[in-house]
Every structure is written in C-alpha cells, then in structure tokens.
C-alpha cells in the first residue's frame, strides 16, 4: 500500500510565496516520477510540474513556468513545489502523484494520489 501526503497549503495574498511538500511511502516503494497537479471547483484536474526521481528532469505547464520550481529528495521519496509570484489564478486544491510522469495528460487511474492542500491566493 502505497501512501501520498502533502502539506504545505495555506491562504497568501497576490505576489507571495508557498512551499509545498509530498511525501510517498510504502514498502519498498520507489516512484520513478512525482509531480504536482490542481483542480478548481468544477474543473477538471491539471498538471502543474513533474520530475523523474533519478534524473531530475523536470516538465511544467506553461502558466507556471518561471514561478513554480519543482524538486525532489529521491532518497526519501519528497518532493517539493516552491511557488512564488502566486496570482489568484493559482487558487486550487494540489495534488502530490507518485509513479505519474505526465504533466499534460491527468489519469488518476494511474499512479498513487494524494488528498490534496489548499492554496488560496487573494488579490
């Protein structure tokens, strides 16, 4: 059984910063992809940034290309997002994936998924 949790979430206003965490665990587990998705109330879910847990090569949707950083501690199975310049358009629940290495296609019947951190961003 493979377990997802991510944390880091909270309220900021436009302009400022967060720093999301995503932990993956399990007995032997070791995720070859992890990466960070987000849904809005009646929207589908998106990929916001992936990275390979060897390599470290990293994909990230357009809109949050040169905000976002992912990264990861491959040795622990974490992973991290760090958001800055947030806009109110980032307001969303986040979701950690682990073995999900797609960040333009969404198929939670694949990988391992976790409950979601809300961000809200206030303009």
């Known amino acids: 059984q493979v377990q997802v949790r991510e944390s880091g979430g909270g309220s900021v206003q436009a302009g400022g910063s967060l720093r999301l965490s995503c932990t993956a665990s399990?007995?032997?587990?070791?995720?070859?992809?992890m990466g960070w998705f987000r849904q809005v109330p009646g929207k589908e879910r998106e990929g916001v940034a992936i990275?390979?847990?060897?390599?470290?090569?990293?994909r990230y949707v357009d809109s949050v290309k040169g905000r976002f950083t992912i990264s990861r501690d491959s040795a622990n199975n974490t992973v991290y997002l760090q958001m800055v310049r947030l806009e109110p358009e980032d307001t969303a629940m986040y979701y950690c994936?682990?073995?999900?290495?797609?960040?333009?296609?969404?198929?939670?019947?694949?990988?391992?998924w976790g409950q979601g951190t809300l961000v809200t961003v206030s303009s």
């Open positions: 994936a682990a073995d999900y290495c797609a960040v333009n296609v969404v198929n939670q019947g694949i990988g391992y």
């Open positions: 990275i390979t847990t060897g390599g470290g090569t990293t």
């Open positions: 399990g007995n032997n587990f070791r995720a070859r992809c």
